[in-house]
């Protein structure tokens, strides 16, 4: 089922190009489970081949994470927290994710959003206590967006190079699976010191559950 979904994926972004970059890396910031792995790399490799280009691709990248994530602080600001943690479950947020985000947001209010986009799984989830809490939608919108540029930066430039090495790659995604193993080795690394950083952050968070939302920080309105 997985592969069927990662040529389904690395056909929207074949075919639709930054289109497809921007609906996938939306999803990918919201509650639905698409990796930016398998949406930025691929993007890079045709950016490579000429088929669009390097800056286009961590643009749209950047856009659709801000999209993703803005919805979501949307639609959690509207319902409200007791809504998010009674039907979250059944949107790949788990009341315990959803409270270990409040409390990562919570102690690190506006540099959490920040790192917390370079962070696996929190990454989408961040959106949600920040609408719970009504972080002010400018500095959400404008950490947000670093963040995920950032990010999609790394992912471009590794896609690109490998690529450029490698240009029949998105024909087979076995192959280009193959060749991410055997090539990847700084991104390997990063993955690994971001790992780190996830289970240092679960460790802290672990130490304190919330018992009722945090308090509100200043609106925007």
Request: hydrophobic residues 50%.
């Amino acid at each position: 089922m997985l592969h069927d979904l990662i040529v389904t994926w690395m056909s929207w972004v074949k075919e639709w190009e930054y289109l497809g970059v921007i609906i996938l890396m939306a999803m990918e910031s919201s509650i639905f489970p698409v990796p930016s792995e398998v949406v930025i790399p691929p993007a890079a490799i045709l950016a490579a081949q000429g088929q669009m280009s390097f800056w286009g691709v961590v643009i749209s990248g950047t856009f659709g994470s801000w999209l993703g994530s803005a919805i979501t602080y949307l639609v959690a600001r509207a319902v409200g927290r007791p809504m998010v943690m009674k039907w979250g479950k059944y949107f790949f947020m788990p009341p315990k994710k959803v409270e270990k985000a409040e409390v990562f947001l919570q102690r690190y209010e506006v540099s959490g959003v920040f790192f917390a986009r370079l962070l696996p799984v929190i990454r989408h989830l961040i959106s949600i206590p920040a609408g719970i809490v009504k972080m002010n939608f400018t500095i959400f919108s404008i950490i947000t967006t670093i963040g995920a540029f950032i990010w999609c930066w790394v992912l471009a430039w590794y896609g690109h190079r490998v690529g450029q090495q490698h240009p029949d790659l998105l024909d087979s995604p076995e192959k280009l699976i193959e060749t991410v193993k055997g090539e990847s080795l700084p991104l390997i690394v990063a993955v690994g010191i971001l790992a780190v950083l996830y289970i240092l952050m679960l460790k802290l968070t672990d130490k304190k559950s919330p018992k009722e939302a945090p308090a509100t920080t200043t609106d925007d309105e």
